[in-house]
Nanobody, 124 residues
Framework: VQLQASGGGLVQAGGSLRLSCVAS????????MGWFRQAPGKEREFVAAISWSGGSTYYADSVKGRFTISRDNAKNTVYLQMNSLKPEDTAVYYC??????????????????WGQGTLVTVSS
């Protein structure tokens, strides 16, 4: 599985961005997907995850109510809509595939494929 993330950029606090991650190499609709992020000097942390069908989602408390994860299996793409962005959301965002699972999980070690990351910078 190859994952290509895009959509990062510079945005002011309170603004919005939508990240996309296109997958290839395996039937996209057969596995769960997740988004993680890593800020400078900090450990990678879970952001959101979605089941194979899109029917179940799971969010970190820090983004709940502001971020929305979704997927379009026809386009082999998972999205992360980020609203009401805060400076503390600044990080490199990574999409990941859990090709052995169908339910959304928050544990990074459960994911076996990772994208290259896309930088999101939120200015105050």
């Amino acid at each position: 599985v190859q994952l290509q993330a895009s959509g990062g950029g510079l945005v002011q606090a309170g603004g919005s961005l939508r990240l996309s991650c296109v997958a290839s190499g395996r039937t996209f609709s057969s596995y769960a997907m997740g988004w993680f992020r890593q800020a400078p000097g900090k450990e990678r942390e879970f952001v959101a995850a979605i089941s194979w069908s899109g029917g179940s989602t799971y969010y970190a408390d820090s983004v709940k109510g502001r971020f929305t994860i979704s997927r379009d299996n026809a386009k082999n793409t998972v999205y992360l809509q980020m609203n009401s962005l805060k400076p503390e959301d600044t990080a490199v965002y990574y999409c990941a595939a859990d090709t052995y699972g169908v339910a959304p999980v928050a544990i990074a070690n459960e994911y076996d494929y990772w994208g290259q990351g896309t930088l999101v910078t939120v200015s105050s």
